[in-house]
């Protein structure tokens, strides 16, 4: 029987030139759907997963489209909500040479942001879920938004269901008063699996980055100093089981070296460094990386280390497509990790 997976979050609509022009040069704009928890669904549904995804869409045919398209892709929307009057969007400019990538967001007064407590019927969709997943930023867009999380993780936790969580802290999102460090940290007490970049981590811990220069395969891993970093982790947040962490070196606009690291049940796991030339679109490498040990894990429980192995293959291999989705399938990951 295959793990039932729903995932919260806002789907947004994204606008991007092409060849990494800027957004003043181009006038054909590519749009493309996509948002967090949104690719994590489809990232899963790939990989063969029974997964559902929830949200709030305007009821036009903008909304309904995006519905259709996540469908596509196998991710169930019997779940997701129309009302409103516009979907949140976002525009994404690539890097260039020594030129970083820009997003700019548009998600004001948007049908998602307008959720409130009580509209969601959690219980009743909960009923047949194994795993949960949400991120940070389902706290950032507006109170309402904040509280419906809130309580479908009281509720997720209550009926038994493993709770997965990406930090995903975003500071431009952050504009209701609340304060982000308070809300992501309630958010983190009822997770079963977080993940985060080491950005993250330190925002949350003001503890500091432990630095990852890798110019490629060869790098050195102080296995030690993350040993001692997850722990303190770990005694803030003692109910996560699995603290899994990104990181990776931009040495170019279109040239990354990437790993990845997990604290399990005690014990810290490494894995290997992937050194990636013609990288052609970094957007979803974070959700990939959570959607590919989540798979893992429902396959391998009792694997730690193929899991982590399994999720930075999954990330790895985003990089090669555009698009927030990972439209990449299990045999693609397996081989990538034989080489």
């Known amino acids: 029987m295959r793990t039932k997976f729903l995932t919260f979050g806002e789907l947004l609509l994204r606008f991007s030139n092409q060849h990494q022009m800027r957004l003043m040069q181009d006038s054909l704009l590519v749009g493309k759907y996509g948002g967090s928890e949104a690719n994590v669904a489809v990232s899963l549904a790939t990989l063969g997963d029974d997964v559902q995804y929830i949200t709030r869409l305007p009821d036009n045919r903008v909304g309904h489209a995006g519905a259709l398209a996540l469908s596509g892709f196998q991710v169930g929307v019997k779940h997701v909500l129309f009302g409103g009057n516009r979907i949140g969007t976002y525009y994404f400019e690539e890097a260039a040479g020594m030129r970083s990538a820009k997003v700019i967001y548009d998600r004001a007064n948007s049908a998602y942001s307008e959720l409130k407590p009580g509209m969601i019927p959690w219980r009743e969709i909960l009923k047949d879920v194994d795993v949960f997943h949400t991120s940070g930023i389902t ?23 493993t709770i997965s969580y ?23 007490s009822y997770a079963d699996v977080v993940f985060a970049d080491q950005i993250e981590y330190e925002y949350m811990t003001d503890n500091y980055s432990l630095p990852f220069e890798a110019l490629d395969a060869n790098y050195p891993i102080d296995k030690a100093a993350y040993e001692r970093w997850f722990d303190d982790i770990h005694a803030r947040w003692p109910r996560c089981k699995n603290w899994l962490l990104g990181t990776r070196n931009l040495v170019s606009s279109n040239h990354h070296t990437m790993t990845a690291l997990l604290w399990h049940e005690g014990e810290t796991l490494s894995t290997r460094i992937y050194d990636i030339p013609g990288i052609i679109d970094p957007v979803g490498v974070g959700d ?26 999954a990330a790895t291999l985003k990089t090669s497509v555009p698009g927030d989705f990972n439209l990449v399938y299990d045999d693609e990951i397996l081989e990538l990790m034989s080489r």
């Not at 008063?177 to 940290?185: I, N």
């Open 288 to 313: 990939a990386f959570l959607a590919g040990f989540l798979h893992a894990m429902t396959q391998h429980p009792d694997d730690a280390q193929f899991c982590l192995d399994y999720s930075l293959a």
């Open 166 to 188: 990406d930090i995903n802290y975003r500071k431009n999102l952050w504009q209701y008063g609340a304060k982000p460090k308070e809300v992501l940290s309630r958010m983190l």
């Open 139 to 161: 706290g950032a867009i507006t109170q309402g938004a904040a509280d419906a999380t809130f309580e479908a993780l009281d509720i997720a936790t209550e009926m038994g269901k």
